[in-house]
């Protein structure tokens, strides 16, 4: 939508933006210090200066503007005074809402979703990241066909209004309906892709770094495994998901995934069309929840990253909180902390603090979770003997007359396809009578 009528335009000169805001009761807003802040940061990221901001304290939003009749004059004042060109509301709105404001200012208004999807637009790299954002266009852009053909007389449905005849508004309709469709069909093709994949790696643990967006997970994902991977201090640095090898301190490697930030109120529609990229957070054994314990709104942020989990049915993934940026911290506000996020990790992308910690704790969950079993498997089963020793850790193992028996440790997910095979081929387990020690 970089370049789209109702988007911001990244190619063009910078727009100046005056950001206004809802604080509606019980809502993110609300509890927010800074309420201006996020929404702040979010248009800078789109490339535009904001010039200006006010909020506006409502109980219920007002179905015409959504803000009160007295705040849009005072958006007009403020736009005016600071030779404003847009206008950025820190709400989504319907699309009669976006007509009548722009009417009654006389410029551009762009809504919070509307500026997630220009940001992602511009962000995206490569094949993948571009479909989804498309898709997330075509599904935004769908229930605003309407406002954007109201000089069209709508003939739906009366004879000769069909087939050659119909509207150019219904035309619109059914070619974003079969966009919509083809692109979701290329996107489930890249899912499934990345889905074998995923089964097929080398190596059967995958944590998943996920938070808040600009909490440093790309820059842990760097200082874990030495990768070199793109770091920049914005939001939605990173689009697409990066996988990396991180070999722990016992020499054990798992997979590490970097996924792209969330915030408070992502657009629905971005989360579904992202979801092959979101594939690793699905899939993952361990969530490493980073945050930036510097950050006045970190428990909003917390909060905003376990309602995405939960659009994708993944809350229930076990997770590991860790505050980053400790280093940022004062003395007063780490008690605080502390207090507050008992069970949290603290560490420091930065000066290196906690990181120590946080692998021997992962290595920990690691066997804590894992499934420690003595098998026995027939020798003459080729296939699924290579299929243990791919996925599994082998603590031991030997040959008898007729089968291969073995100690292994293996995450749930891979026992939970390799069991019916091995009871099928007559195979045996039990539970193994110690665990292993991996040096």
């Not at 030779?83 to 319907?94: F, I, K, P, R, Y």
């Not at 003939?155 to 508004?169: D, F, I």
Request: contains cysteine; charged residues 25%.
């Amino acid at each position: 939508m970089g370049s789209t009528k109702d988007g911001i335009d990244s190619n063009a000169l910078v727009d100046r933006a005056i950001v206004a805001t809802l604080i509606l009761p019980g809502s993110g807003a609300d509890r927010a210090v800074d309420p201006l802040q996020e929404i702040s940061g979010l248009v800078e990221a789109a490339g535009a200066k904001v010039v200006g901001g006010l909020t506006q304290r409502l109980t219920k939003i007002n179905p015409r503007t959504a803000f009160g009749r007295g705040k849009v004059s005072e958006i007009l004042d403020l736009a005016k005074a600071n030779d404003a060109t847009l206008v950025v509301v820190d709400h989504d709105l319907s699309p009669g809402q976006g007509r009548n404001l722009e009417k009654d200012l006389g410029m551009r208004v762009v809504d919070r979703t509307e500026l997630i999807l220009d940001i992602f637009a511009t962000r995206a790299q490569t094949n993948q990241a571009k479909l989804q954002v498309e898709l997330a266009q075509m599904e935004y852009v769908k229930t605003r066909l309407k406002r954007m053909w109201t000089h069209l007389e709508r003939t739906e449905g009366a004879v000769g209004s069909r087939g050659p005849g119909e509207t150019q508004l219904e035309t619109d309709r059914r070619l974003v309906g079969a966009k919509v469709t083809s692109l979701k069909r290329k996107l489930k093709e890249i899912e499934n892709r990345r889905h074998r994949e995923a089964v097929a790696r080398e190596y059967p643990y995958t944590v998943s770094l996920v938070g808040y967006t600009n909490s440093g997970k790309s820059s842990m994902l760097k200082k874990l495994t030495s990768a070199d991977v793109y770091i920049a201090d914005q939001l939605f640095a990173t689009l697409d998901t990066r996988v990396r090898y991180w070999t722990l301190q016992d020499t054990r490697k798992v997979v590490l995934a970097d996924t792209v930030g969330f915030v408070r109120d992502l657009p629905h529609n971005l989360v579904a069309s992202f979801h092959a990229t979101l594939e690793e957070t699905i899939n993952a054994d361990l969530l490493v929840h980073l945050c930036d314990a510097s950050d006045p709104d970190l428990e909003l942020n917390i909060e905003a990253v376990n309602d995405v989990l939960q659009q994708l049915d993944a809350i229930n993934i076990p997770s590991l909180l860790v505050l980053n940026k400790w280093d940022k911290v004062d003395e007063q506000l780490a008690i605080e902390l502390r207090h507050k996020y008992p069970d949290a990790l603290y560490a420091s992308v930065h000066d290196g603090f906690g990181i120590d910690g946080l692998d021997s704790t992962v290595a920990a969950l690691v066997d804590d979770w894992s499934l420690h079993l003595e098998i026995e498997v027939p020798a003459t089963e080729g296939k699924l003997l290579a299929e243990f020793n791919h996925h599994a850790m082998i603590v031991r193992e030997h040959y008898d007359e007729s089968n291969w028996v073995a100690h292994i440790s293996l995450a749930p997910r891979h026992w939970n396809a390799l069991r019916p095979r091995l009871e099928e081929c007559g195979g045996r387990f039990s539970a193994a009578s110690e665990r292993p020690h991996p040096q």
